[in-house]
């Protein structure tokens, strides 16, 4: 199977219709989305497909870029583009094989294919009987083309040490968070959808690729095996596109000359049942900085370190949107680069790019430091269109925002403690659950002063109008208020526990009302002091 000459995504189309197709597929104005059975998937088709039109079709400037996101190429010419690449994206067969070890690692003992989907339990896991709320033996058998999707979606979310001993972790860390920018339009198709996310080769600058060697396609040649200092491989000694494409992991698939059941399509097709796994793969160090990533920087030594934002659950809320949409030197913040050339778009716009006003799409795996899954994230955000010119002062007035919210739900969530339990500092156990729902039920209010106050800072005005910082304020109350009384008030217990809780209130209350955080916004914004008692 090749994954540019042959038919192996399913794509919706316009009519609903779900029909298997060949990744040229893409440019068809009446395919409006991938189908697929796994979220994980879903998001490393559209990276696949990013990939591969940034590697083989890359728009020359901004005003082809223009061109073909007005007028998408015709099918045969996108085609006559990617078979430059095909011949580094064989599954199976003779010769170097997608994303699969040079070597055929004869040696490498042979494991289920199941090792391949991320959150399957480990050895260990098994070895252990650990394995309580994630089952072993999913995915036992895969068909070939969930099988390379399933390899795809392993080597850039890599879990160090998964498979086999001194797995390397990948080019972006563990884990990485993804930020696509994606349009609200609902008619929109899916080559808007992943030409958004294309670079043209003005803004991002890289000499004429090699494919025949392993500079971009790393499974081109022999692995550089990590297994002693000096072997690390810096941005320095490879192609830049070979970002898209990089391979911590030695890998072979083994592909069976039989017809059985996906475990996870449902489709019956030529299966992968076992696979093996090597260890002291590819080992990427250095300032790799991915155009699908943002990124924190530190400074090392006098110099920049580039440190990618991983898919943990605390990055999917809005007390962080900044920190994806924009970059700010002053707070060590660098926005994934498909997201920050996105304002060049709009500003030299001539062809309707602005009827497509888009969202922000970030996913990933939260992965923790001990290798453990704790789950897939996937969320969305609204960006808006803004004067770059005045980002810092747009930027200082929203972390405002979100550092007020960030305060009133520690208060939130030391109060609700302190109404469960005598001894609250000594309480153990998870209360992200509140963290969770106080984010999300703020998340409208949000980005209503959000989008207020970039329109009014344009506008030469002050940063909120009282009414409208009164309004946000008066949304962290009621939403305080409200998830306090569900948590620690629907049951009050004996009159001990009731008086505990009826303080842990009053206490909320003091703070929303009258704590310095609150009247320095109060007078911060010259909002009329609420008299009222909660």
């Not at 059941?261 to 590819?282: L, P, T």
Request: some cysteine; proline content about 5%; charged content about 20%.
């Amino acid at each position: 199977m090749n994954l540019i000459q042959d038919p192996w995504l399913d794509y919706i189309h316009r009519n609903g219709d779900i029909k298997k197709r060949p990744i040229t597929a893409i440019c068809d104005p009446d395919v409006v989305d991938f189908s697929l059975p796994r979220a994980d998937f879903y998001g490393a088709a559209y990276q696949f497909a990013i990939g591969l039109l940034q590697t083989a079709f890359a728009p020359k400037d901004l005003s082809q870029w223009h061109h073909y996101f007005k007028t998408p190429p015709a099918d045969v010419v996108l085609e006559e583009a990617f078979n430059q690449v095909s011949h580094a994206f064989n599954v199976v067969g003779e010769g170097p094989l997608f994303m699969q070890d040079f070597d055929s690692l004869e040696d490498a003992p042979s494991t289920t294919v199941s090792g391949l989907l991320i959150e399957a339990p480990g050895a260990n896991g098994i070895k252990n009987n650990t394995d309580h709320f994630i089952k072993r033996g999913i995915g036992q058998v895969l068909s070939l083309e969930m099988a390379a999707l399933a390899l795809f979606t392993f080597q850039i979310n890599t879990v160090p040490n998964r498979g086999c001993k001194n797995g390397r972790a990948g080019l972006r860390g563990v884990g990485p968070l993804t930020t696509l920018i994606m349009p609200t339009n609902t008619k929109s198709t899916l080559w808007h959808k992943l030409w958004l996310n294309i670079i043209n080769r003005k803004d991002f600058k890289y000499n004429e690729p090699c494919f025949s060697d392993a500079s971009v396609f790393p499974w081109l040649g022999k692995t550089k095996v990590s297994d002693k200092p000096g072997s690390e491989i810096y941005p320095s000694t490879l192609h830049p596109l070979h970002m898209y494409w990089a391979m911590p992991y030695r890998i072979r698939l083994s592909c069976e000359n039989r017809v059985a059941c996906c475990d996870i399509s449902g489709e019956k097709s030529y299966s992968v049942s076992s696979c093996k796994f090597k260890g002291y793969g590819n080992s990427y160090k250095g300032n790799w900085i991915h155009p699908l990533t943002p990124y924190r920087v530190k400074k090392e030594s006098g110099e920049n370190k580039y440190l990618p934002f991983g898919g943990h659950c605390n990055e999917f809320y809005h007390k962080n949107w900044t920190s994806l949409f924009l970059n700010h030197d002053s707070y060590g913040l660098k926005c994934a680069q498909v997201v920050d050339r996105f304002y060049s778009l709009r500003l030299n716009s001539q062809d309707g790019v602005d009827p497509h006003i888009p969202r922000l799409w970030m996913f990933g795996y939260d992965i923790n430091n001990s290798a453990r899954v704790d789950g897939w994230y996937s969320s969305t955000f609204p960006i808006f269109y803004l004067d770059l010119n005045k980002k810092n002062e747009i930027v200082l007035e929203v972390n405002t925002l979100q550092d007020l919210s960030v305060k009133s739900l520690n208060q939130l969530r030391d109060q609700i403690k302190n109404a469960w339990f005598d001894r609250p500092k000594d309480a153990k156990g998870d209360t992200s659950f509140i963290d969770l729902a106080f984010w999300q039920k703020t998340e409208s209010g949000f980005f209503t002063a959000v989008s207020q106050l970039i329109e009014n800072i344009e506008q030469e005005d002050e940063s909120l109008t009282p009414e409208q910082a009164k309004k946000w304020l008066n949304t962290l109350r009621a939403v305080c208020f409200d998830l306090f009384d569900g948590y620690a008030m629907t049951e009050l217990g004996n009159a001990r526990n009731m008086a505990r809780r009826i303080k842990a209130r009053q206490t909320l209350s003091w703070w929303l009302f009258n704590s310095k955080d609150i009247k320095a916004f109060i007078r911060e914004h010259d909002i009329a002091i609420d008299k009222e008692i909660a």
